[in-house]
């Protein structure tokens, strides 16, 4: 989940599990959400967004969902592989159509 | 393939120099950004630019300044390097209005000894 210290939380699963990685949003106005992965010495790169009139969207292998009320956002990954070891960010935008950041969660995948 | 390139992946600096940032975008977009990463605090803007020559400061410009003179290039500048400032700095640009479209660089590790 989200982290609101120095250290960046860790999810650790078994190939071939389902993973789920939570992001807690700060603002109720927010319209717009990305799921970011960042895989060791390379920039973010966008996985799947959703809109706040929406609760759910699907990739292929990835399903982010949103809870408005709880000003909550997940991204399941299905049958975790190796290359999904990565840091994925959630990211809202915001008034002016500026991204603010989560902290981020560190996927590990053991084979 | 379309990029951000920055000029460094890793730079050692001593305290009290004076740091360039480079990025270099080939996609033609207005928008750029400057981000500081750290563990735990995500991505952190410092600044960001809508157009050349533009700029407006983000989250966190406190010893930081920019420059866009083309529409390509925006650069990070490091008035006066301290310690506090070792981080890895993300340069991304986008097109205006496509908060999707943000496509980030490879980063530059800056270490401040």
């Known amino acids: 989940g989200e982290s609101v210290g120095l250290h960046l939380p860790t999810l650790s699963v078994q190939e071939g599990d389902n993973s789920i990685i939570n992001c807690a949003y700060s603002?109720?106005?927010?319209?717009?959400f990305i799921w970011y992965k960042q895989e060791s010495g390379k920039g973010p790169q966008f996985i799947i967004d959703?809109?706040?009139?929406?609760d759910k969207r699907q990739g292929q292998r990835v399903t982010v969902l949103l809870n408005k009320t709880v000003k909550h956002l997940s991204l399941q990954i299905a049958a975790t592989q190796p290359g999904d070891s990565a840091v994925y960010f959630c990211?809202?935008?915001?008034?002016?159509?500026?991204?603010?950041f989560g902290g981020g969660t560190r996927l590990m995948v053991k084979p | 393939d379309v990029k951000v390139t920055q000029s460094s992946r890793y730079l050692v600096k001593r305290t009290g120099e004076k740091v360039f940032l480079e990025c270099v975008q080939d996609?033609?977009?207005?928008?750029m950004f400057w981000y500081r990463q750290d563990p735990g605090l995500g991505l952190r803007l410092i600044y960001f630019?809508?157009?050349?020559?533009?700029?407006e400061k983000g989250d966190i410009p406190e010893g930081y300044s920019v420059s866009r003179e083309k529409k390509e290039r925006f650069s990070l500048i490091l008035e006066s390097a301290s310690t506090n400032q070792t981080s890895m700095y993300l340069c991304?640009?986008?097109?205006?209005?496509?908060?999707?479209?943000?496509?980030f660089g490879s980063g530059t590790r800056l270490t401040v000894v």
């Open positions: 991304a640009s986008s097109l205006p209005g496509q908060a999707y479209g943000y496509t």
């Open positions: 603002n109720s106005a927010s319209d717009y």
């Open positions: 959703i809109r706040s009139n929406m």
């Open positions: 990211a809202e935008r915001n008034a002016g159509n500026m991204l603010t």
């Open positions: 996609m033609d977009h207005e928008n």
């Open positions: 630019s809508y157009d050349v020559k533009m700029k």
